[in-house]
């Protein structure tokens, strides 16, 4: 029987020979050589205004968290569908996660939910952008803006996605990208915060908690001839060796993507006509108005039941197939700051019912084959069994 991995990370061949490099000039610390370059090449690349590389995705969004200045009683609005990370960038600074609901049709961020959920204390939202398919930007533009919020986008899943020919990460006032091993494109862990405001004040703040408090970005511009301790701050600068190994992964980011958009489109072109059937609701698909990464390939049944149990026959099969986040409100951490299980009805429907399939480069036509064959059989077995 094959064994099918739900992941595999992709590697390109030259990641060797950038982390060599590296490594023979010396360059393993924060803001060198490697650093440099994939900034640029995805300031580039998505016409982004500056990108400061982090060493995760969770800590551009404490950045962020940082820079608009959350405190205490300030509440930010955020799908409950997602990853612990959008969450904690929030509560590291005392302030409060409020979770919306998700869209039944992408699982982003619900537009009616957020206006519904803003108060008085509503600082920011934080829209997610779901399995590389960018949220509803226009609307969410606007009521941010009539309510004078913060957007800072939660691109982990997204980069080299667009909403109307824009990049992800470049549609609010902050963008975190990630380069997590589960991600796309990888540096094992790895992120970016994008800053889109022009303002040098916003950049030289940001620079300044990424560097220990020190105003040592200026200094290596050789604007200063010192540096010194100025402010608050942290490290979130990661290792030139992993920049490294993440230009090799950038290089090929068309390539890469182009790879997954075949499986995206071989599940797409063999699971459709299950959609005529009742226990099969919905498959990935992508907005015309939108690109994707090809993140994720989900498929949404019509209950749990049905959900686990073609789960399990999957995984009977070999295939590494899978749910995805237990929404927030309902962890054990949601209810800690008082939210209950049968909260956000809607995003507990999606989230029990979602199952993810394999999506990666290095998946052969003969796994997408055989994962294919399975589920056909699998859809059988429901048809006649009535599950
Ligand atoms: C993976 C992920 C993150 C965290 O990324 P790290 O780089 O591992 O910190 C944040 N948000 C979402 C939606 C994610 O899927």
Redesign the pocket.
Same mark, same amino acid.
């Given at each position: 029987m094959r064994q099918i991995a739900f992941n595999k990370v992709y590697l390109t061949g030259k990641e060797k020979y950038y982390i060599n490099d590296a490594l023979s000039r010396g360059s393993l610390s924060g803001d060198g050589f490697y650093t440099h370059k994939v900034s640029e090449f995805l300031e580039e690349k998505f016409a982004l205004n500056r990108v400061l590389m982090t060493t995760?995705?969770? #800590?551009?969004?404490e950045m962020a968290a940082q820079l608009i200045e959350l405190k205490e009683g300030d509440e930010v609005i955020m799908p409950s569908f997602?990853?612990? %990370?959008?969450a904690n960038a929030v509560l590291k600074e005392g302030a409060s996660p409020v979770f919306a609901e998700i869209k039944s049709d992408t699982f982003n961020l619900d537009p009616t939910d957020f206006e519904a959920k803003i108060t008085t204390r509503t600082k920011a939202v934080i829209p997610?952008h779901?399995a590389g398919v960018s949220c509803e930007m226009d609307q969410i533009k606007e009521i941010a803006a009539e309510n004078d919020l913060f957007i800072i986008e939660?691109a982990?899943?997204a980069v080299n996605s667009f909403y109307k020919e824009q990049a992800a990460g470049s549609l609010g006032d902050f963008g975190?990208? %990630? /380069? #997590?091993g589960?991600?796309n494109f990888v540096s094992g862990?790895?992120?970016a915060l994008i800053i889109n405001s022009k303002q040098p004040k916003i950049i030289e703040k940001a620079e300044i908690i990424r560097e220990k408090g020190t105003n040592r970005s200026r200094f290596l511009r050789g604007k200063i001839d010192k540096y010194n301790w100025v402010g608050e701050g942290s490290s979130y600068l990661p290792s030139d060796i992993l920049m490294a190994l993440l230009f090799a992964q950038l290089e090929a980011l068309d390539k890469i993507t182009l790879e997954r958009k075949k499986v995206f489109d071989y599940y797409n072109q063999h699971l459709k006509e299950f959609l005529t059937e009742d226990f099969l609701e919905l498959i990935s698909s992508v907005p015309v108005d939108r690109q994707s990464n090809y993140h994720i390939y989900y498929l949404k049944f019509r209950n749990q039941k049905i959900r686990d149990f073609v789960l399990q026959q999957l995984r009977e099969n070999g295939v590494e197939a899978t749910f995805h /986040?237990q929404p927030l409100h309902a962890s054990p951490m949601g209810r800690k700051i008082g939210y209950h299980k049968k909260d956000l009805e809607n995003t507990n429907k999606i989230a029990a019912r979602l199952l993810r399939l394999p999506i990666y480069p290095d998946l052969s036509s003969a796994d997408l084959e055989y994962i294919t064959a399975a589920l056909r059989g699998i859809f059988k077995k429901i048809k006649q069994a009535g599950v």
């Open positions: 995760s995705a969770n #800590h551009a969004l997602t990853f612990s %990370s959008t997610v779901y939660d982990a899943h975190c990208y %990630s /380069f #997590h589960s991600k862990e790895g992120g /986040f």
